[in-house]
């Protein structure tokens, strides 16, 4: 199929939009929205879905996020986030996507985000759309790569439509998805403690409906939301438990520490399992990174823990709060070994280089000085190869380098060898004047996929590319 061509306006001429009011939900009032104190609503676990034939229906729902007015979202089956998808490794799985929403909303696409999925599955932003008032689209996850089974990861599931995606994905177009795989080792905590947790900033106007306006810098909200609930609390015992922490936030970094300066003890990435676990006072997520960790609340019975965000102040600063209400025996531990890295080509077929910039004319984001087009191709590996490429942030701002379909490894971040905690992602920070070398490995899928600034209002503004890997 031929894309549809994107004629870009220049970045300032990008029109605004406030979404409220294309949808009839009112006006938009400066004004802030109820406020609840922090920590006065329980966290929400969303319902998970792990049937092998899934329906996700993007629809309008009234969710109630705030005290009072609910809030109209778009969303998928009904509330925000979406359900949690949560499915073996090595067992194909169908997800329907039908499109409910208004034809305001226009034509969707889901992304499985950190999936290895063929160039047909991936949700092409411009390509395979499900069309308002009732299209849909069939995707098919074999959670297999290299002949194997897929790693135990956690994903997540997005909208990923051109152009749109920051506003489809803050109207609630987002959930989460893991892969369980029984190489992993399977102590860690698991059930009930194993507490996956979408942590996403928005902001509402005076009636309770979110607000919107695109701003190519990105945009931030002020209420932090876990799980759909505004800075909730969560009732624990005295054990460990496993968190998976999302920053679904559009723009919005974290820097996650723990109140009583307790450590994190983190065991894995977006993409899986870390060698050995690593004990971290605190952890900096950027937009669509995930960090998968263990707090242990042994011996702290009675008191009440917050999660903070180092990286902002006041109420900003406090995402949510574990209460340890309860005594409980803890069965589970974590292994000084969790899981080898796949090892990679020691040689690469090709060596590449992207710079992140920003054009000093017309303001625009751009991958080495261009704005995304759909009928370029920036990179042609080839099947089966290992490739090394590097990243360069000349812009002035901070991005998250997101490769689609791919396994991939930190080389060096500034010429400081990987740190173990971040060998294996997909999801790449890169911080003002920093250079990361990975190394990409291009296996089973043909076609084209997109890598892109994460931080949506970025990628929304072009900054993104293609590479097409050919036989
Ligand atoms: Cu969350 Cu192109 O991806
Ligand atoms: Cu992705
Ligand atoms: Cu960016």
Known sequence: MVPTSHP???VPLLAAVVIATALGAGAVAPAGAVIAPAFSRPLVIPAVLAASNITLTAKL?????????????WTYNGTFPGPTIRRPTGQTTTVTLVNNLPAAAGELTLHNHGNHSTAENDGQPDDLLAAPNGGSVTYSYTATEAGGNERG?????HDHRMDVTGRNVWMGLAGMYIIDDPADPQTLPRGAFDVPLLVAD??????????YTFNAAGVTGNRILVNGVPQPYFNVGDRKYRFRILNASNSRSYDFALGNGQSFIQVGTESGLLPAPV????????????????????????QRIVLQNLAADGSLRQVMQFRVVRHLTDTSSVPARLRALPVLDATSAATRTFVFGKNRFTGAWTIND??????RIDASPKLGTTETWTFVNKSGSNHVVHIHD?????????????????????????GIGETIVLKLKFTDNLGKFVFHCHILEHEDAAMMAQFEVVP
């Open 406 to 430: 791919v396994d991939q490894q930190l080389v060096s971040r500034n010429g400081v060898p990987a740190r173990p905690y971040e060998r294996m992602k997909e999801s790449w920070n890169l």
């Open 202 to 211: 928005r902001s509402f106007d005076a009636n309770n409906q979110l607000a």
């Open 8 to 10: 870009r306006p220049p």
């Open 370 to 375: 261009q704005v995304f087009n759909p009928n």
């Open 61 to 73: 729902a009234d969710v109630q996020i705030l005290p009072g007015v609910k809030t109209r979202m």
């Open 153 to 157: 990861a956690f994903q997540w599931y």
């Open 279 to 302: 004990r971290r006072s605190h952890i900096l997520v950027g937009p669509a990174e995930r960090v998968d960790v263990v707090v242990d609340f042994a011996r702290k019975l009675g």
